[in-house]
């Protein structure tokens, strides 16, 4: 992680659009030096939150600080913080070299240090011989990291990234993701990222939030959020999940839960919902890799683990990995995912095979419902 870069801290901000509220009042703290995404469906809020933080957006309330100072004083250009878009917004008309160079003439400074300084960014950007050429003679990941060197050459104390790759295929995103990781080690600035991508997000965040509807729903680190979501959408929102009904309202703690499974009855959960929360619907959260499939006499029900009965509806092969889809209960109920590497099995299950599910209490997890 880079050692410098701005703190960012913002206290209950938000934008209303007359009735349409876009940004309900946030509050989250970015540490220097962070590499902090912003994910979420379309329309929760993303490009919203970033640019409250840019200036485009003029918030109708709350207060945003960098490094102690109050956002709302100073104008876009004098926020010290750089910004990349989807579309590369490159000037056609100005070399690579011009472009790089633009915000160190903008700031005036002298012939010497805005070679040196060009110089240097175009090759951090791995793109040392590209200085002569037009904007139209690059590639799209070209033009990415050429917008990248021009909004981290002045040396910005913070950078936000609008969905810097949406426009990309997936094999040049991929190593684009990487390429903006080494970046970020190699500059002293803070990342605000947003992008709709939650693998895309995982791989290159230190901490990353999760917007719904004008709100953070959950922030944390990739790891934590994936195995600790504390509600459905932030469950299914990153990676798989099989979501299983409650009924009725279980205890605090340790739980049995009933689901209405029919050969399931109970389960042992973890309740990740506090005493006082549970009065709210809750759902079971199991993710596809914590189940093993057993078949015939070998499965045994262990005391701390789950076991249904089921069907195999589905089966199929990709990278790797086996991918069932298992009938339990009745065809209203959704079927439940399961993932196993293929290298630790033998044969692929057909469909149709009759298996148990088994997996442990402690990969149950007991989560809110909304
Ligand atoms: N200028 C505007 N006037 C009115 N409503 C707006 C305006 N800009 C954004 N909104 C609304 O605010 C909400 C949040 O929009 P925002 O652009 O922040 O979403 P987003 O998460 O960036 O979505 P996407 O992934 O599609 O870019 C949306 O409902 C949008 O319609
Ligand atoms: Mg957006």
């Not at 021009?150 to 609008?162: E, I, K, Q, S």
Request: aromatic share 6%; hydrophobic share 40%; with cysteine.
């Amino acid at each position: 992680m880079a050692k410098r870069g701005g703190k960012l801290v913002m206290e209950q901000v938000q934008k209303r659009y007359h009735k349409t509220v876009a940004l309900h009042p946030t509050s989250l703290d970015i540490e220097p030096g962070e590499f902090f995404s912003l994910i979420g469906p379309s329309g929760s809020g993303k490009t919203t939150l970033l640019g409250t933080v840019a200036g485009f957006v003029p918030p109708t309330g709350g207060r945003i600080e960098m490094d102690g100072v109050n956002l709302a004083m100073l104008p876009p250009y004098q926020r010290n913080i750089g910004m990349v878009f989807q579309n590369y917004a490159l000037f056609p008309h100005m070399s690579v070299f011009d472009n790089v160079a633009f915000p160190l003439r903008l700031r005036k400074l002298g012939v010497a240090a805005v070679e040196e300084r060009t110089r240097k960014m175009l090759a951090t950007v791995r793109l040392p011989d590209f200085g002569h050429r037009m904007p139209s003679q690059l590639s799209g990941g070209q033009q990415q990291r050429v917008a990248l060197a021009r909004a981290a050459v002045y040396g910005p104390r913070m950078l936000l990234m609008d969905e810097p790759l949406g426009a990309l295929d997936k094999n040049l995103r991929e190593e684009l993701q990487y390429e903006i990781k080494a970046f970020h080690r190699q500059i002293d600035a803070t990342v605000l990222y947003v992008t709709h991508d939650q693998e895309e997000a995982a791989t290159m965040s230190d901490r990353l939030a999760i917007m719904n509807a004008g709100r953070i729903v959950q922030h944390g680190t990739p790891r934590h959020l994936y195995e600790h979501p504390t509600n459905a959408f932030v469950a299914s929102f990153l990676g798989t999940a099989n979501l299983i009904t409650v009924i009725g309202k279980p205890e605090s703690g340790e739980a049995e839960v009933r689901v209405p499974t029919a050969n399931a009855g109970l389960l042992k959960a973890i309740n990740t919902i506090g005493q006082g929360a549970m009065s709210e619907a809750c759902v079971i959260c199991v993710r596809p890799e914590s189940i093993r499939i057993e078949t015939g006499e070998q499965a045994k029900v262990c005391a701390n683990s789950n076991r249904m009965e089921g069907k195999i509806l589905d089966a199929t092969y990709t990278a790797g990995t086996f991918r069932y889809q298992v009938q339990v209960g009745t065809e209203t109920e959704a079927p439940v995912a399961v993932r196993l590497p293929s290298v630790r099995q033998s044969d692929m299950l057909p469909r149709g095979t009759n298996v148990s599910l088994v997996w442990p209490a402690s990969a149950t997890l007991l989560i809110r419902k909304d």
